[in-house]
């Protein structure tokens, strides 16, 4: 065999190591599930790829087995034109830089890509390699058992969304990340922390006449629905009035007669993903909070749940203030600093 024969032998069998190489790691790094998911999604690269990627060991042992036989080719030949060290060290040298190194830190980026460029060879070094991969695989699959999909922390999600959030490259807009990491997040919140409280609750008795007044002291409110009591002290309430049940009202009469008598309680400690199921199970907008003294503290509000997943705040058609819990916050300061002010006033005399 003349020399120039030799070196295009050899040439065509490094370019069969860079391949075995390259695909050794563009497709085992490709993860088997998400792959799947993207075929499914339509990806068309994923949809060629995939097939092959399921192969799982047997893919693996097919990619070393190819590899391992061209590198050796590759010896023998140089051996044939060089000493036998110098062909170990010339095929070492040529296989690391142009069989390992350049082909695996190029298709560690592009391997969907250049997978399925080489897919249909790659489907028949499969079915040649077969005799033996197949069986080694199987044993592998055995003893070391079968790929499992990645289960990912809230917290490696949330970095996951933030590296789409910055990726020119990502089809996800900002708002959808922030719905999603607010969606992730609220069922850690209590009740306690989004519900308005008791300072702040409007609250109707069950006797009270129904007429222009009233409906025009409800709308000053700046609230939308309101919890009914039948004795003021104990707080022991009956129904939920809704103020928009009374926006077309021609006749007078009492609450009770308007107002919607299920009253549904939810613990402060609760999770608000319990209190979403509570909403959801019972289709009303308005659960009374209770502490573990099964005392009153305040009301939460279907759309106090939904602010906590889309991370926006919903204003009522009839809300006064945007944000109850900070109002009730500023009264409690400026109470507080009341009292501590008359304090230190007698203290004076």
Known sequence: MSTLVIFIVIALLLASSAMFSGLTIGLLSLNHYELKRKAQL?????KIVYPIRALGHQLMVTLLIGNVVVNAGITALLDTKVNGLY??????VFVVIFGEILPMAYLRKHGLIISAKLAPLLRQIIIILAPVAKPLGRMLDRWVGGENPTIYSKEELYKIFEEHQISDESDIEDDEVQIVRHALSFGDKQVRSIMTPRRMVVSVAVDDDVGPILVDELHKSGKSR???YNDKKSQNFVGILYLRDLISLDV???VRDFMRKEVFYIHEEEMLDNALQAFLKTNHHLLVVVNSFEEFVGVVSFEDVIEQIIGKQIVDEFD?????????????????AQREAKINKTLKK
């Not at 339509?42 to 994923?46: E, I, L, M």
């Not at 062909?87 to 070492?92: F, G, H, R, S």
């Open 42 to 46: 339509g990806n068309k690269s994923a």
């Open 87 to 92: 062909a170990v060290l010339l095929t070492t």
């Open 226 to 228: 309101f919890p009914v």
């Open 252 to 254: 007078g009469g009492k």
């Open 320 to 336: 006064q203030y945007a944000d109850m819990r900070a109002v009730a916050k500023s009264l409690a300061d400026k109470e507080r």
